[in-house]
């Protein structure tokens, strides 16, 4: 849990390991905070007061907590040469964390019941603490933040993402880890070809502020970096045999996308939602069931906040019965800030406004503001399909619900809170109108990622209807020996997926080229799925 002593690790002289429980210490985090209301407040305060704390944010800053005992306290790290931290605090926590001055009257002055700046509540004691922290962060001769990235588009674009917000918040010792860099050894390989190709164009077309970075390169592994042994292996992957074939799949089915569509299709109309983190091909699956539902000759409407809008590019008038509408994020977000901001102008000093804003810059209010846009779409769907890319997390939801029932105990009026939004959560815990289709990666994180967002969204009475394993070389063909070992490693994790998490499991096998425009489209979509034998 939240334990703040290292132990030593076997086998690595000079190596202590403490493994900070970011979900522990929130909770240890929530408790702390909320604990003196209960038997004061009434209950829809102190669940309005839980649920803020319940989101990412809050686990983001509990594990700051957890850090700054590290960093502010010159006993804990006396004995240490080097302290590496495997997850730094973003630019927003930063820059929150560096306006302290307006935390008190800021968060008794916030009545939208939606912020981000709840789990910094419980931290007005440890201001010098943290102040110290945050200095030894900037310290360019103390601190050097690895931006960890992959030779892929999507995962360059939020390291440059990330690059500016820490840039911003004042941190300019950075360097650039890219992990999985892979070369082909067989050039009549045309999957292992397009694998390497794909990649030195993504680096080619590298944001320029990355390219400024030093850069250092780990080449995809034939195993699995896990274990002492393994970790030593890592920067002279070569000179090792690749695993074997990983575990039999005991004849586990899993179907394509086609037999996922014929489920969907049922219903004859209803909204579907693709969910996952960053990169993992929501808005590629998104637009894939969308066509081929069009295509089947229902009525559909795709609604998408990809940002470079190429897939609604791809599909744009060629597709009859498809409609398509494109929701900017960036301009939701200045409507949604700039309301907020008006609302508060007047009772809030230049400090409190200051904070308010930074606080509107969180993912979460991004997550909102798309959010009330989508609210809109989604009624839309009882007369045909409405697919969407993008979706609010569970938290945002109970959050949004949470103050929707505070604003109407406390004030007895319907609130500002709009019809269709109203509507939402209910609609979404209709099984029936609503399929979740959860998008992941047949690899650890990804697919743990994934988890995590299954349990958030079982929390706000939601139940993803399927999950779907993108970019899969078990059913490539490849025979490259790293991408085959690659592919064995998959099944652990399609075990797990199917075994421990999900009720549907649909594959999609990594393609060759690039899915845009909709012959590709409905070919991934009609693609069949495999019957693994070992």
């Not at 086998?11 to 004061?40: H, T």
């Not at 997550?367 to 769907?381: L, P």
């Not at 009026?413 to 109108?433: K, N």
């Not at 059913?475 to 009720?503: C, I, M, N």
Request: hydrophobic share 45%; charged share 20%; aromatic share 4%.
């Amino acid at each position: 849990g939240g334990a703040t002593s290292s132990v030593p690790v076997l086998g690595v002289p000079n190596l202590e390991a403490l493994n900070i429980d970011p979900e522990a210490s929130a909770k240890a985090y929530r408790d702390r905070i909320v604990g003196p209301y209960r038997g004061i407040l009434p209950e829809a305060a102190l669940a309005s007061m839980e649920e803020q704390l319940s989101g990412a944010c809050t686990v983001e800053i509990a594990a700051f907590d957890e850090f700054t005992k590290l960093l502010a306290d010159p006993q804990a790290s006396a004995r240490f040469d080097h302290v590496i931290f495997d997850t730094a605090p973003t630019g927003h926590t930063l820059r929150l964390l560096k306006l302290p001055a307006a935390w008190t009257g800021f968060i008794a002055a916030n009545s939208t019941g939606t912020s981000c700046l709840g789990p910094l509540a419980g931290l007005q004691a440890q201001q010098a603490l943290y102040a110290a922290s945050v200095d030894s962060l900037l310290n360019a001769s103390l601190t050097t933040v690895v931006l960890v990235s992959r030779p892929e588009r999507a995962a360059l674009a939020e390291a440059e993402r990330t690059r500016g917000e820490l840039h911003e918040a004042g941190l300019r010792n950075m360097v650039l880890a890219l992990n999985a860099v892979f070369h082909a050894t067989s050039p009549d390989d045309e999957i292992a070809q397009a694998l390497e190709a794909r990649s030195m164009r993504a680096l080619d077309e590298m944001p320029a502020g990355l390219r400024l970075l030093e850069r250092s390169e780990v080449q995809t592994l034939p195993f699995a970096p896990i274990g002492a042994a393994n970790l030593r292996r890592v920067n002279r992957p070569a000179a090792f045999a690749a695993e074997g074939a990983g575990p039999e799949l005991n004849d586990c089915a899993f179907g394509g996308l086609a037999g996922l569509i014929d489920e969907l299709e049922k219903a004859g109309h209803g909204v579907i939602l693709t969910m996952g983190k960053g990169g993992v091909g929501k808005t590629t699956i998104a637009a894939a069931v969308a066509v081929a539902l069009a295509h089947r000759g229902h009525q559909v409407h795709l609604s998408t906040t990809d940002p470079a809008a190429h897939i609604a590019a791809a599909v744009r008038d060629q597709v009859p019965g498809l409609t398509l509408s494109r929701i900017d994020p960036a301009a939701e977000i200045r409507k949604y800030t700039s309301e907020m901001v008006a609302k508060s102008a007047s009772t809030l000093d230049a400090h409190g406004l200051a904070l308010l804003e930074e606080d509107l810059r969180s993912p979460c209010t991004e997550e909102i503001a798309v959010f009330r846009a989508f609210a809109d779409e989604v009624a839309a769907g009882q007369n045909q399909f409405v697919i969407l890319d993008t979706a609010p997390t569970g938290h945002t939801l109970l959050l949004l619900d949470a103050a929707e029932s505070y604003h109407r105990e406390v004030s007895r009026s319907t609130g500002e809170i709009p019809e269709a939004v109203r509507q939402l959560l209910p609609r979404l815990r209709d099984g029936e109108f609503t399929r979740i289709l959860l998008v992941a990666l047949p690899e650890a994180t990804p697919v743990h990622e994934a988890a995590r967002l299954q349990e958030d969204l079982r929390r706000a009475g939601i139940e993803p209807f399927a999950w779907v394993v993108n970019q899969s070389f078990l059913l490539s063909g490849s025979t490259d020996p790293v991408l085959r070992a690659r592919a064995g490693r998959e099944k652990t994790y399609l075990r797990e997926v199917s075994e421990r998490h999900a009720r549907r499991v649909a594959v999609v096998p990594w393609t060759p080229q690039e899915v845009v425009g909709p012959e590709a489209l409905l070919r991934l979509a009609e693609g069949q799925g495999i019957l693994a034998k070992g």
